[in-house]
């Protein structure tokens, strides 16, 4: 993390931004504390706010993500979104759990549909109704491009598919040496697919420096 923020000095500016934001409620912080406690890596709170910014510029009204977690960004983007319709997919039971405790207790829970799968073999016929605006992929990083060929079928044309932690806390940048070796597949397979999608003639992608690297890829019309 800390490789990345001197790399783009995004800390130089952080505290200026987070002066002007609104309070956050009690509900939003507790799930941000929870996160933290017990090491769930959900998206930081400044980069949920920029990507919600983002995806503000879209408006998607159909909206798919891969990895929910305990439902923090599902319940940020419907909360942001009063129209939005989200289909949210978790692979571990315990996170699955805690995700349904959060959404039934927000005042979102008619806006997200939580399916507990592991992404890679659900049964897309079975369970899911294209087509969506948008497909957030923020799971396992080493399968991202097997993520995006599995269900970017299911994305409008014009619509776009994001993606999170394209970093992977700076660890995009070490060699291969300096990588964990059990790190060393996953870290391969992230810029295997940055390498893959940014010159794709199908997508227009752009890596934004927000957060851990967020990747925006319009499907071309
Ligand atoms: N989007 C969430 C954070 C997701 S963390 C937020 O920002 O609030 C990544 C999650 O993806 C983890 O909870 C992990 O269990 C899940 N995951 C990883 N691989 C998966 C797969 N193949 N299918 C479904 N979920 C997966
Ligand atoms: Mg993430």
Known sequence: MKLVEELFTIHNYDSYIEAHLQEKSAFIQNMEDYARENHVPIMGSRAI????GILSLQNPKRFLEIGSAI????????????????????????????????IEASDVSSQIQIIQADALELSIEENLEGPYDALFIDAAKGQYQRFFEKYSPL????????????????MVLQEDQELPRRKRTMIRNLRSFMAWIMPHEDYNATLLPVGDGLLIAIKKE
């Open 49 to 52: 706010d920029t990507f919600i």
């Open 71 to 102: 439902g923090y960004s599902s319940i940020r983007i419907a909360e942001a979104f009063p129209e939005i319709e989200i289909t949210t997919i978790e692979r571990n039971t315990g996170r699955y759990e805690k995700a349904i405790e959060y």
């Open 155 to 170: 994305i409008k044309p014009g619509g776009v598919i994001y993606c999170d932690n394209m970093f992977m806390h700076g």
